[in-house]
């Protein structure tokens, strides 16, 4: 009977050790829970700090930006302005060509880097409005090729005139979809010989023709004309003159010593720097100032 009783009372010591040890582990339980809780919760509040943070960053870029876009907004009123109380003027033809002879903006070197066409139109746009003359900067487009800077000029007699600098002072023939093409100053004029014969009879008394406005892109065109009509007749002359050395009588020699001077005039009306042409226009853009 007493070893039952111990039995039993060591059965309950037990019992309750390992009720004990039970309750025992259920605070370290919920310490780690809290534990884990407050690291969480820090991990959120470190992150809130970092998001307003950027957010802050970002406001302030976007306040900067915000203010450089209404210091923009402001200048460009500020030109428009201007521009409407401008002060300059549209030149005569006349007074054009004047300011281009007198220019130097042709004679600077041209360096692909450093002074390109573009450098060439901004320099000439510049010195115009100097002297109170209105002109355009101008950027057309090529179909091929890259595009080419040059300048305008709005006259008040001959209208719309395009100048390009870069190789000489020159005016420059521009239309879409046409090749574009300079004649030089010197010769762009409002009276030339004209070439409507045949090159190989050039030896008769000379004609002129008169064309009241050369800025248009129709005399460029005839202007292309007439030095093909040249080379050709230099060479149906030197056949000429072959011929008539051999015996031939086609031609006598006041008629292929007249051809000869008519040449001459030709090649002097035409002058020394004729043209050179660039690659089909695609479009043109006009900014003035």
């Known amino acids: 009977m007493k070893r039952s009783v111990m039995f039993i009372i060591a059965t309950c010591l037990v019992m309750v050790l390992l009720n004990g040890c039970v309750s025992a582990s259920e605070p370290e339980t919920s310490q780690a829970e809290v534990t884990s809780q407050v690291e969480e919760k820090y991990n959120l509040e470190e992150e809130k700090q970092k998001l307003q943070s950027d957010y802050d960053t970002l406001k302030e870029e976007h306040d900067a930006l915000q203010s450089d876009y209404e210091d923009l907004q402001s200048n460009y009123q500020r030109l428009i302005d201007t521009s409407k109380q401008s002060t300059l003027r549209n ?20 360096n692909e880097d450093t002074f390109d066409c573009t450098g060439y139109a901004i320099t000439l746009r510049d010195r115009a409005r100097e002297l109170g003359f209105r002109c355009a900067f101008i950027e057309i487009a090529f179909q091929q090729k890259q595009g080419h800077a040059l300048n305008g000029f709005q006259t008040t007699d001959k209208g719309l005139i395009f100048v390009d600098t870069t190789k000489n002072d020159a005016i420059a023939y521009v239309e ?18 004209a070439c409507s014969g045949e090159p190989s009879e050039f030896w008769g008394q000379l004609t002129y023709n008169s064309n009241p406005n050369p800025f248009r892109y129709d005399y460029y065109s005839d202007y292309k004309k007439r030095v093909e009509f040249l080379y050709e007749s230099i060479v149906e002359y030197n056949k000429a003159v072959e011929d008539y050395n051999r015996g031939g009588t086609t031609w006598s020699s006041s008629q292929l010593d007249t051809w000869l001077a008519n040449l001459d005039a030709l090649e002097k009306d035409l002058g020394s720097r004729i043209l050179y042409e660039l690659e089909v226009v695609k479009n043109i853009q006009v900014y003035w100032n």
């Open 91 to 110: 030149p005569t033809w006349a007074e054009l060509k004047d300011f281009l002879e007198m220019d130097d903006t042709d004679t600077f070197p041209y």
């Open 176 to 193: 879409v979809n046409k090749p574009y093409g300079v004649v030089h100053l010197d010769e762009v004029k409002f009276e030339y010989i």
